[in-house]
């Protein structure tokens, strides 16, 4: 069953088109992952299909009643705002009972539950995160660089339990990611976005596309590895001319 | 009846501060969340201009103090993101509307405005139906936040958070720019234009210190809001000073002592 489908959608930000028109859908039981250099769009793309960015053309359309369970980036919360991880599990809607003693369990945050959300380390929030995410009961996972910030090892636990979330509560996956070599291999499809998406597929046939080694690099240790002005230099030239016509024309850009 | 009781002045007067005091703690919670301190003086000085402005069409002053409390939120939405800094335009937005409001006020000599009475409040006048002007306004304040209660904290904390839930933070921003309104109207007699502020941030900025959930601090804003209102009631009588800002004045030195007490009680311990 389709949970999202955008057709030709673009965004626009004050006048300027960070996406260019694109189709786009997502599969139950899916897993996706958006790579791309910094500024390719990766975010606006995850926000515009969840609803929280209006669109400057095209189609979105949901499922009916989707259930979205969402990751942030980071959270910031002012410091004036007191608020325990246990309340902020509760938010907007308070947890089923039954429910929220298997995702604690899952994501073994029970002793956290008395602490501020302020004082939780980068680990521990993210764990909270996808823990009120999976309270969600969401048909889609939505992941936007989960794992800034953490180390390798605790990166890659993560997206094991994001793994395993898949496997027990049969949600979809959609992530932003910079860990290529840790997502590519979870992944039934890569999208590589960057201001439009430039190819996808299967982990296996996207690493050997032409539009992913110019922005990515051939070898291994280039996937690790991103850097924004290595690839931008990098980039072929028909995309660059098409970035510059697009700018120029801003408004011509959407079809419908 | 049985409302006999209503007859005290100083009855009143308690009632009102309660009633003040009840729905500006949960909307000051959320002035300190989202630091719209001065997006709160901003629309507190419109309501200056508004009075005026009610007064010279023969509108309701009430009526007046939403209409410009209104406009007021809409103009600061409508220069966001063009080039300003926030507080920029608030401050233009802020200090334009009590200049033009004092202004106005003079040109209209002849309809006879106690100006002070609304800058800093005239609690010990009022009547029956002030009384129930506040605690209409207070209760449609304090049920619009708690029907929404859940939603606006989780479109305080991140706005794709919400849009993930199905919640529109632009909307949960209206409301609070549409209950600020309210309160401002149901203050201004109180505690007057220049010290409503005052009323919805510093009994929320002193139940921080011992609250772990927004709910308890809420609660506790609420309780130390009556206990400012009701003794600075108290003491404005027996010292003969002006209501509004001995009102202020209370919650201030709560403020101080209780994180005095904080900052000595390690020491006091040991």
Not at chain 1, 193 to 211: A, M, Y
Not at chain 1, 222 to 242: F, K, N, S, T, V
Request: glycine residues 8%; charged residues 15%.
């Amino acid at each position: 069953m389709t949970l999202i489908s955008a057709k030709n959608l673009s965004v626009e930000i004050d006048g300027k088109t960070i996406l260019q028109p694109f189709d786009f859908t997502i599969e139950a039981g899916e897993i996706v992952t958006i790579v791309g250099p910094n500024g390719a769009g990766k975010t606006t793309f995850l926000r515009a299909l969840i609803g929280a960015m209006p669109i400057a053309g095209g189609r979105l359309v949901s499922k009916d009643g989707l259930r979205i369970g969402y990751v942030p980036q980071k959270l910031h919360i002012d410091a004036g705002l007191p608020l325990t991880a246990q309340r902020f599990l509760n938010l907007p809607n308070a947890a089923d009972k039954g429910l929220l003693a298997t995702t604690l369990d899952f994501t073994g945050i029970q002793p956290l539950m008395t602490s501020q959300m302020r004082d939780l380390s980068g680990g521990e929030l993210q764990r909270v995160l996808l823990a009120r995410a999976l309270l969600q009961r969401p048909d889609i996972l939505v992941l936007d660089e989960a794992t800034r910030g953490l180390d390798h090892l605790a990166a890659a636990s993560f997206y094991k339990q994001i793994e395993l979330a898949r496997t027990q509560a049969g949600c979809a996956v959609l992530m932003v990611s910079h860990e290529l070599h840790v997502v590519m291999a979870a992944s039934d499809r890569v999208i590589c976005l960057n201001g439009h998406i430039c190819c996808q597929g299967t982990p296996e046939q996207v690493v050997i596309t032409d539009e992913y080694k110019a922005l990515f690099g051939g070898d291994a240790s280039g996937m690790m590895a991103l850097y924004r002005h290595q690839h931008d230099h990098r980039h072929d030239h028909d995309h660059e001319h098409q970035h510059q016509h697009q700018h120029q024309h801003g408004h011509h850009v959407h079809p419908e | 009846m049985g409302l006999e009781f209503l007859d005290s002045f100083l009855v009143r007067a308690a009632l009102a501060g309660i009633g003040m005091a009840l729905a500006a703690a949960p909307l000051g919670c959320f002035v300190v969340w989202r630091r719209m301190a001065y997006f709160g003086d901003a629309t507190a000085h419109a309501a200056i201009l508004g009075i005026c402005l009610g007064l010279a069409l023969s509108l309701p002053i009430t009526l007046g103090i939403l209409i410009s409390s209104v406009v007021m939120a809409i103009f600061v939405a409508g220069f966001q993101n063009k080039g300003y800094a926030s507080d920029t335009i608030l401050g233009v937005a802020s200090h334009s509307a009590l200049a033009f409001g004092l202004v106005v006020a003079t040109l209209f000599q002849d309809i006879r405005i106690d100006l002070m009475a609304y800058l800093v409040g005239d609690i010990l006048t009022v009547g029956t139906s002030d009384l129930m002007l506040i605690w209409g306004g207070a209760g449609m304040v304090i049920g619009l936040l708690v029907w929404r209660w859940s939603a606006l904290i989780t479109a305080t904390l991140n706005q794709e958070l919400a849009f993930a839930c199905g919640i529109d933070p632009k909307r949960e921003q209206m409301i609070l720019s549409l209950a600020l309104a309210v309160v401002v109207a149901v203050a201004i007699k109180i505690v007057g234009v220049l010290l409503i502020v005052a009323m919805l941030i510093i009994p929320p900025a002193t139940a921080r210190i011992w609250s772990t959930t927004p709910e308890r601090m809420a609660i506790f804003s609420a309780i130390l809001g009556i206990m400012s209102a009701l003794g600075g009631l108290y003491l404005s009588f027996s010292f003969d000073t002006p209501t509004g800002p001995t009102i202020i004045c209370l919650a201030s030195t709560l403020f101080i002592f209780a994180n005095l007490l904080t900052v000595l009680r390690p020491a006091l311990m040991r």
